[in-house]
């Protein structure tokens, strides 16, 4: 863009910050989360929930119901958004093998990204597709797990399962993601199984380090210099550690920490 350029001549350096810039030369250092591990983590939920996994360690069916057959269904990101690739290549790095083997199985034959990705992560659209998925797919089956990468989008996957019959009893294994109150209260309300805790007061000091020791005339610290290429370039990046959250552990992780203040949950 322009405004790139111009940061360019005049030799400012450009940060990116959550989400790559993509397209452009002129980007010199991206602090995010490690997104590829997003994925990992929400398929890795999926199956401990399942019990498919004996426990989020697990990288192969070792869970009491290790056999399956558990129906599931995926949801990604925006196609325009370049965190909703990885997450959804991690997710099925995991997935794959489970589909290929059938402990996994996809009913309604919807895996390519571009079939379940979620334009502008809307969960009205999430909703809607669910909503089709079920008619034309479930009218003498059972949903046992979602992927979803997202807690906006669970909450519209939520919506369409109960208004098809689905109770806390019989609600999926549903995932999520960024920890958002609604959704924890709904992890609590048993009707959300997990979401991905993403630190983002820790993403804001990695950027103001970053930007510190650009004003200083330094090299700022980058742990990853292979995984983010904006189409021109490797961008060097900060890669931060992603959390799973579950009922077990989003006091520790959520409320103890300040993220989240125990009053917010009712």
Known sequence: TDVLAKAKSKKVPVIAYDRLIR???N???YATFDNFKVGVQQATSLLVGLGVFKSEASTKADGPKAKGPFNVELFAGSPDDNNATFFFNGAMSVLNPLIKSKVIVIKSGQT???KVATLRWD???AQKRMEDILVGSYSSAKVNGVLSPYDGLSRG???ALTDAGYTKKTMPIITGQDAEVLSVKAMIAGEQY????KDT????KVAVSMADALLKGKKPTVNDTKTYNNGVKVVPSYLLTPYIVTTKNYKKLLIDSGY???ADLG
């Open 194 to 197: 997990s979401t991905i805790f």
């Open 112 to 114: 390519a990204f571009t």
């Open 27 to 29: 980007v010199d250092y």
């Open 201 to 204: 007061r820790e993403l804001a």
């Open 23 to 25: 397209k452009s030369a």
């Open 123 to 125: 969960g009205a659209v």
């Open 157 to 159: 996957i939520i919506a």
């Open 260 to 262: 989240i203040k125990a």
